[in-house]
């Protein structure tokens, strides 16, 4: 059986992550990702982490953005949504 | 380094069955090993064993979603490292440092797949490495590598087969 322990990260804790490392090299993450130079003198480790928490910032992200696009497709319209006026009542909105 | 298709329950299955037939030395205990997941296509893969009383081995991997290929990952970036334990954290955990005491590592963090061999610097591209192709390297060779060589006490470069220069 093989050891592995799952965990799951929440948004909340990954941006905590992420904000502590921002503060500790006093710099964004932004700056960090564009920046190879600076990210050169970062120790290794520092930036594996750094990477891999922005990596999962960003699933989390979308995954969040998928699910909420997906509900948002199942919702019913409410009647005055879905009311489709006739040509003529149109035409008078639309003057109006 | 050689990127291959893969998903979660692929990744611990090849997981699993090797470490079925890893015989872990008796002075040897797993400290953590666990995935932190975002999504069933984005994880980091952590494990950390002790060996005797003041060494030990740090595996970490970080999967991401494949561009283009629905529901695959590849591995994104990893670090393979063996060295002095400094310093445990309060989870148990060892904590690194800057400057981690290294005997050897390998990891692609921050450049192409290099190599760290018996100090944190300098880092060694796979250019000056001859006998061992480090993308080829996975975490199980790593670790019975260095199994082998705490039984045999044989030099890590004889182990692994690998001259610098």
Avoid at chain 1, 19 to 39: D, G, H, Q, V, W
Avoid at chain 2, 7 to 18: G, I, P, R
Avoid at chain 2, 19 to 48: G, N
Avoid at chain 2, 54 to 81: N, Q
Wanted: proline letters at 5%.
């Amino acid at each position: 059986m093989s050891p592995i322990r799952e965990e799951f990260v929440t948004l909340a804790e990954v941006d905590e992550l992420i904000r502590k490392f921002e503060e500790k090299y006093s710099i964004s993450t932004i700056e960090f990702l564009r920046n190879a130079e600076l990210r050169a003198s970062i120790p290794e480790d520092d930036v594996f982490q750094w990477e891999a928490f922005e990596a999962h910032r960003n699933e989390l992200l979308r995954t969040g953005e998928e699910l909420r696009s997906a509900y948002l497709s199942t919702v019913a319209k409410s009647p005055e949504e879905s009311y489709d006026p006739p040509a003529a009542e149109k035409q008078s909105l639309l003057a109006a | 380094m050689r990127a291959e298709p893969t998903d979660y329950a692929k990744f611990t299955a090849w997981h699993e069955l090797n470490y079925k037939s890893l015989t872990l030395p008796t002075d040897w205990s797993e400290l953590a090993c666990k995935t932190i997941r975002a999504s069933v296509q984005v994880w980091q893969f952590q494990w950390y064993l002790k060996c005797g009383t003041d060494k030990y081995v740090r595996v970490w991997e970080r999967y991401e979603r494949w561009p283009g290929l629905l529901g695959m990952s590849r591995k994104a970036s990893f670090v393979y490292h063996y060295g002095t334990l400094v310093r445990m954290g309060p989870d148990g955990i060892p904590t690194y440092v800057s400057n981690n005491p290294v005997d050897i590592r390998v990891d692609n963090v921050g450049r192409p797949v290099h190599l760290h061999f018996g100090s944190p610097n300098p880092h060694h591209d796979q250019s000056v490495i001859k006998g061992l192709q480090l993308d080829d390297m996975d975490m199980f060779e790593f670790l019975k590598g260095i199994i082998r060589h705490r039984s045999t006490k044989k030099s890590l470069d004889k182990i692994f087969g690998f001259t610098i220069g």
